[in-house]
């Protein structure tokens, strides 16, 4: 019999060290100017990446050239609060406050703008909880804040107010009402533990509040939404992988907004992820100035996918106070989505959503493609704005 030799297994994400961007971070010489007498065993532990996270103007400001409006958000009375982690601020441009990756986490004074519509709890996830740190929107399924703490600190972020009351409400007890109150209801079949970010959790209580969940027969899927493998990929140890596939079926959503983040490290951190057999998700929050163009966008999707994490959700962003100057047009959203359908692979294509202000849900959004419907055909634009006929069946009686 015939003997197959298979090539030896590949070097997961080799290729994708920035091809097209014009800042090309060194991570060693970052690590050896900024954080001298630094293994490089303990920069890859995550948590030092966790206990050095920069929080104050003193050092960001040794590591890039503040601008005004960063330094007056960063300074005097307004002192916004910040976190970012060693790692991440690797990827930072010292020299362009207009960087995609900058502007997502360095504090700016337009933040304290609030612009007419903009609400800290727009989606009004508070008045759909049922318990503390249950929303429970949809029918089957409920999303699980389970912890304030998060890697870094998205400028931009949706529940921002969670982390800006300077505590942290979640502890044991909303665990516990949070896990009794899915055990009560067997609707849910679905539960999408976030935060926060989940995985800032140990080991052993990410094991721990898994296992709860697991014992509850209805619960079907579990879900983690997570910025941590862009943010703080020296977290998805082969420990944490060995830990969370014993919890199958469990998928994770990851979010990213720009191709900057998909390092080797990020790449080698999805690659675990992916062969600990854990189906990968991204979630996108369009924003302006950072990725609401279409090469930025397609190039982000391009990696994804190379990196073996599927295109989901292309949010909106929420519109929270200070985010005007982070909102862009639908219109853009949707050209951005039409510049992606048809001129690159479905897989690359997320679902562009508004989550509808006033606790509504996700409104999927499309360019029309039903031009005319009726008298037994529907008339149908495709990618390139062709029409076309498809005709019906002829319905009986
Ligand atoms: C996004 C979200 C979900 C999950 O929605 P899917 O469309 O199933 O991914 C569930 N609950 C809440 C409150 C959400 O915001």
Redesign the pocket.
Known sequence: METTVLPPDPEPGGKTLFPSAEFVPNRDCFRSRFYPGISQALWNDWKWQMANRITTPEKIGQILSLAPEERDALEGSVRLPMAITPYYAGLIDPDDPGQGIRRSVIPTIMEVEKSAGEEADP?H?DL?SPVPGI????PD???FLTTGMCASYCRYCTRSRMVTDGHCPIGERVWNGAIDYIAAHPEIR?V?VSGGDPLTLSDEKLQWLLTRLRRIRHVEILRIGTKVPAVLPQRITPRLVSILKRFHPLYL?IHFIHPDELTPDCAQACARLADGGIPLGSQTVLLKGINDDVPVMKELMHRLLQARVRP??LYQCDPIPGSAHFRTSVARGLEIIGGLRGYTSGYAVPTYVI?APGGG??VPLMADSIVEHGNGSIRIRNYEGKVFTYPEPVQEG
């Open positions: 989606l996830e759909s929303v429970h929107r949809y399924r409920v999303l679905d999408l959503s989901y959700y989550d849900g996700k």
